[in-house]
């Protein structure tokens, strides 16, 4: 059995398992579940103690991910990941998913989200990054070995941080 601890905004919120068959399951943590303002990661997985199983699973996780087909064989290849299914996409690069989901290895202490590590990019590295994105799906920079974002949907990518005049890419 293979997990992940999900978090919220940097927050424990829940834990996502794969089988040795490649099953998927959810479930919150009692922390979560107990905690003041806590609120369900999905309207499809609303808080409750009982796991969560099956294509209601599957189908949250997976929609975190590229839809793009050549975009997940990409990122198989570059990170060396085992199939492009999404346990084990995310398990490389779900660190920073839309809608402030995180994905770490289990029992990894949580980074906080407080803090960005990022560097300015000038125009010539930004259009450099543009151009590159059949190589470099999601903005990946070689130099880079623990890329860590999630973008969802169907179009090539990438995500920068703009802060007043600069725009700046994670470090």
């Known amino acids: ?3 992940l601890t999900v978090a919220l905004n940097g927050i424990i919120v829940g834990t996502l398992e794969k089988t040795v ?4 399951s959810f479930y919150y943590q009692r922390d979560w579940l ?6 369900a990661i999905s309207l499809s997985m609303p808080l409750r103690e009982e796991r969560y199983r099956g294509k209601i699973v599957y189908n949250f996780f997976d929609n975190l991910l590229p839809d793009s087909e050549q ?3 990409r990122i198989k290849v570059r990170f060396h990941v085992p199939t492009k299914q999404p346990f084990d996409l995310l398990a490389r690069i779900g ?3 839309v809608g402030a989901i995180q994905l770490w290895p289990y029992e990894t202490n949580i980074p906080s989200v407080q803090r960005v590590d990022a560097e300015p990019l000038t125009e010539n ?3 450099h990054l543009l151009q590159r994105y059949k190589d470099a799906p999601l903005g990946m920079q070689a130099e880079v070995d623990d890329f860590r974002i999630s973008l969802a949907g169907a179009q090539e990518k990438t995500a920068l941080q703009r802060v007043f ?5 994670s470090s």
């Open 21 to 24: 068959g490649g099953e998927m």
């Open 95 to 97: 660190m920073d998913c």
């Open 71 to 73: 975009i997940r064989s």
């Open 34 to 39: 107990e905690r003041a303002g806590s609120r």
């Open 1 to 3: 059995m293979e997990k």
């Open 165 to 169: 005049r600069s725009h700046l890419v």
């Open 125 to 127: 590295e930004i259009e």
